[in-house]
């Protein structure tokens, strides 16, 4: 506790004083008493009459005052010397302590019971900006903010009513005419003086602004980064940090500008205010704006990089915002930029009604602000712009029309996305299980062929093969594999991305088309083969029409000029005949076959008796010719379903080729029988017999064997073609075996009619 | 005058008639019935002319007219044949016939081809 200075100041020299008091009292009743003594010696004396008696006393009286006199004085004099020493003592030690409080950056003071001020220092006037004289006429409480009064009388009651003898808090002091300041104020009550009855009370206080506006802007720095910390976005946090930083701060409205990349112009992008309606008004007015580099603080900050502060926001500081900040009565601005990334992204601003004491701590700290915010917008958009192509290829993976296939270096399959589940018809664990596998070893089998690396080879890059593969449900299509491998660090394949198509459609319509080409490509063969048929054809068919012609012509023209023996007109008429016959059998069997050939011609079925038409033909032939007829005929033989008049066309021509190429005294063996359900039907020569080289030819149009004796064997060419034809029709082959020099024997086959087949039936015909 | 001249043709009518026409006409007449037949007779008689049907069995006439010219290449040869299509008449004649006589032919036709090419020529 330390004692009121002034009283320190009055103190006097009290222990000389109390001393005289003391010892005066003691003194007087010793001289008394000795006088007494004195007196009542002399009476004494008189009575026994020695005045000597009464001297002594006498004279040792005023001895013994004498000594008390002097142990008095000395006395008095060296308590006033040690009096002095104290009081030079005291003084030196006042004049420090009244040198050390006077100093003291601590506001000191004393009050009176009614808060009145009593004494106060320097510190204290200078701190609350009033003279000694002015604060010693008021009131502790009238120089506290008003809020605060009431909290301050009510801890001036406790301590005047003793209920406490100290109280230490927070308070709010006002300067005249200035803004209120936070103190950190300390009352004690002081020992009170003895027979003083108003007890005093010691007030300190300690101007705290400086702390608190940095724990003020500590706090904001720290809810800043908590609102970045927690944030993914500068969108996110914005609205955080610059609430965080007006309310931390004290300022009106707190923005974000951000730059407008397309307008190269400031945008209020984000902003916090104070709740109130003409600030409102100002940050629409500010969110129409597009500021200029250059233009007013906004635009100079954003250009230099440097953070500024101006007070009175004037037209020649931010000449679009003249209007809506006086409306709002806003008259101080404080700009600082936002770096990213080596260049200014925005500028934050901080605007208030009142001028602040804009220190270089409050400049540190918004500049330190700015560029965390610049990082973090950095920092904020690399991660966004990461997690949006992340987010991309996972989109792209997932939701692509294709297929797509992670697998491992060794094959595994790691990943499908949904259409490739959709287009294979399987599960994830199924698919991988299972059906992968097999695809594996589907496009390694496919890749061989088309000399494209195995899939795991890890230079299938581009490699594409189309496999074969079933789905789930058993469809099957056709899958267009592209194997990618994507290398980890090292370059050696990580994994491979597999691109799966469905092309069934595209490779059906393939092969359709492919199928369709082939086909035309071979009809196109067909027909150039035809037309050379054709044209081979016309050219045979003018060449054996020019030959009989010849003859025709030429014997007729002899016969027109006359002048022959009746015998020749009779030769050269056969001749022309027999041309004439040719020339008409050759029309015929023309017509016969390009019926057949065009199947316009119709064969009528019937129950046909094989054996009676060889028999027929046989007795036809038998008549006309030098051979030997050989009939052979199996009697069991059963029906056959057949056109009568072709069927002994068919053996008529095999007959009359039997009989024209076998010599003089041959044998022309007739034969038939049943077999597997068809009639077999032989006609054999012991002919000139077919050279091997013609024999695959003897079947087709104008191929007459004409080698050695065969060439002077007349016939259209065109009979053996027909009969192929005709049995053909009947659903039977015809097929020849043949040795030069040993004969021919032509086979063919009819099918037995359908009753027929049932050996009841054959028996019955037997 | 007289000349001779071979028939080769595998039709034996149409041998007969060229026979009777060159017969008539005073010439003298040698017939083959295929290619082979007919080199070995020109080769092996003097003849004016030869008379040459194409398609034949065996060796064709155009063969034959070849070994022929080669032995004798002054002997004169005319193709006489049914395949009388514009496009045969330039093959026969590139093939080295001295003329063409398309079938069926009108039978002066066929003896002035002889007169013409066997006209101060020798026999070969």
């Given at each position: 506790?330390?004692?009121?200075?002034?009283?320190?100041?009055?103190?006097?020299?009290?222990?000389?004083?109390?001393?005289?008091?003391?010892v005066t009292p003691i003194a007087g009743w010793l001289f008394v008493g000795l006088f007494a003594l004195a007196a009542l010696v002399v009476g004494f004396a008189r009575s026994e009459g020695a005045v000597e008696v009464a001297a002594i006393v006498l004279l040792a009286a005023i001895g013994l005052v004498a000594v008390v006199v002097f142990e008095v004085v000395r006395h008095a004099t060296s308590a006033a010397a040690v009096a002095k020493g104290e009081a030079d003592a005291l003084r030196q030690r006042d004049e420090r302590l009244a040198l050390t409080v006077g100093g003291a950056s601590v506001g000191l003071g004393l009050v009176d019971r009614d808060g009145r001020w009593v004494q106060?220092?320097?510190?204290?006037?200078?701190?609350?900006?009033?003279?000694t004289t002015e604060l010693l006429a008021t009131t502790l409480v009238a120089v506290t903010d008003p809020a605060q009064a009431s909290q301050l009388e009510e801890q001036l009651a406790k301590l005047r009513d003793r209920g406490a003898s100290r109280w230490e808090g927070e308070s709010r002091q006002v300067r005249p005419g200035g803004e209120p300041f936070p103190v950190a104020l300390t009352i004690t009550a002081a020992a009170t003086a003895p027979g003083v009855a108003e007890p005093l009370f010691l007030v300190q206080e300690t101007d705290v602004s400086a702390a608190r506006r940095a724990d003020a802007l500590r706090d904001a720095m720290v809810a800043v980064r908590h609102a970045i910390a927690t944030s993914i976005t500068w969108d996110q946090a914005a609205p955080h940090a610059l609430s965080a930083i007006g309310t931390k701060l004290e300022r009106d409205t707190v923005q974000f500008w951000a730059v407008d990349a397309e307008r190269d112009a400031l945008r209020l992008r984000h902003s916090w205010h104070r709740d109130d309606p003409s600030l409102g008004d100002f940050d629409r007015a500010c969110r129409e704006l597009?500021?200029?580099?250059?233009?007013g603080v906004f635009g100079r900050v954003r250009q230099s990089g440097v953070a500024a502060a101006i007070k009175g926001i004037s037209s020649v500081a931010e000449p679009a915002l003249t209007v809506p900040a006086r409306k709002a009565a806003i008259i101080e601005a404080v700009v600082c930029p936002v770096v990213s990334g080596g260049a200014v992204t925005g500028v934050i601003a901080l605007l208030s009604r009142r001028a602040s004491d804009v220190e270089d701590d409050v400049m540190t700290m918004l500049t330190t602000v700015g560029s965390e915010v610049g990082q973090f917008i950095q920092r904020a958009d690399t991660n966004q712009a990461l997690q949006r192509s992340e987010a991309d290829h996972r989109a792209i993976f997932e939701r692509a029309p294709i297929g797509i296939a992670r697998i491992s270096a060794t094959g595994d399959l790691l990943e499908g996305n949904d259409a490739l589940l959709k287009m294979l018809e399987h599960d994830l664990a199924t698919l991988r299980d299972q059906a992968w596998p097999d695809l594996l070893r589907s496009y390694d089998l496919a890749a061989g062929k088309s000399r494209v690396a195995p899939l795991l080879a890890g230079f299938s890059d581009g490699g594409i093969v189309q496999v074969r593969a079933a789905t789930g449900d058993g469809r099957w299509l056709w899958l267009q594999m592209t194997a990618t491998s994507i290398p980890d660090a090292s370059g050696r394949p990580e994994h491979v991305l597999v691109m799966v198509e469905d092309v069934t459609t595209v490779r059906e319509a393939q092969d359709k088309?492919?199928?369709?080409?082939?086909?035309?490509r071979s009809a196109n063969i067909d027909l150039e083969k035809l037309d050379r048929t054709k044209t081979e054809f016309l050219s045979i068919v003018s060449h054996e029409f020019r030959t009989a012609l010849t003859g025709i012509q030429g014997f007729s023209e002899l016969i027109r000029d006359g002048g022959l023996e009746s015998d020749e007109l009779r030769a050269y008429g056969g001749y022309i005949f027999n041309d004439a016959d040719r020339v008409n059998r050759l029309i015929g069997d023309m017509l016969d076959l390009d019926r057949m050939e065009s199947g316009r011609m119709s064969i009528r079925m019937a129950d046909v008796d094989?054996?009676?038409?060889?028999?027929?033909?046989?007795?036809?032939?038998?008549?006309?010719?030098?051979?030997?007829f050989k009939p052979d005929l199996d009697p069991r033989l059963p029906i056959v379903t057949g056109d009568r008049d072709r069927l002994v066309q068919v053996v008529s021509n095999l007959v009359n080729n039997a009989v024209k190429y076998s010599p003089e005294g041959g044998t022309v063996t007739i034969s038939s029988r049943a077999e597997g359900g068809y009639a077999l039907i032989t006609v054999s020569d012991t002919g000139l017999g077919i050279p091997p080289d013609e024999i695959a030819h003897v079947f087709e149009r104008f191929r007459r064997v004409r080698s050695g004796a065969a060439q002077s064997i007349a016939g259209t060419g065109l009979g053996l073609t027909i009969v192929k034809q005709i049995v053909e029709m009947h659903g039977g082959k015809i097929w020849v075996e043949s040795a030069v020099g040993h004969g021919s024997a032509f086979h063919f086959t009819i099918p037995l009619a359908v009753e027929a087949v049932t050996p009841a039936l054959q028996l019955h015909h037997a | 005058m007289s000349v001779t001249v071979l028939v080769a043709d595998d039709n034996e009518v149409a041998q007969r008639l060229c026979r009777r026409v060159l017969e008539k006409a005073g010439h003298k007449v040698l017939t083959a019935s295929d290619g082979l037949e007919a080199v070995a007779l020109a080769l092996a008689n003097p003849l004016d002319m030869i008379l040459m049907d194409v398609a034949m069995p065996g060796m064709d006439g155009l063969e034959a007219m070849r070994l022929i010219k080669e032995k004798k290449p002054g002997l004169a040869i005319v193709i006489a044949s049914a395949h009388?299509?514009?496009?045969?008449?330039?093959?026969?004649?590139?093939?080295?016939?001295?003329?063409?006589?398309?079938k069926p032919f009108r039978l002066t036709d066929l003896t002035a081809v002889v007169d013409r090419l066997t006209a101060n020529r020798t026999p070969q």
């Open positions: 506790m330390t004692p009121g200075p002034k009283q320190r100041f009055d103190a006097k020299p009290i222990r000389t004083e109390g001393l005289v008091r003391r106060v220092n320097d510190t204290l006037s200078a701190m609350l900006g009033r003279t597009f500021v200029p580099p250059g233009q088309l492919a199928e369709a080409l082939d086909a035309q094989i054996n009676e038409v060889l028999s027929d033909s046989i007795a036809r032939a038998v008549s006309s010719n030098t051979v030997d | 009388s299509m514009a496009s045969d008449k330039e093959r026969f004649l590139a093939a080295g016939a001295d003329d063409v006589l398309s």
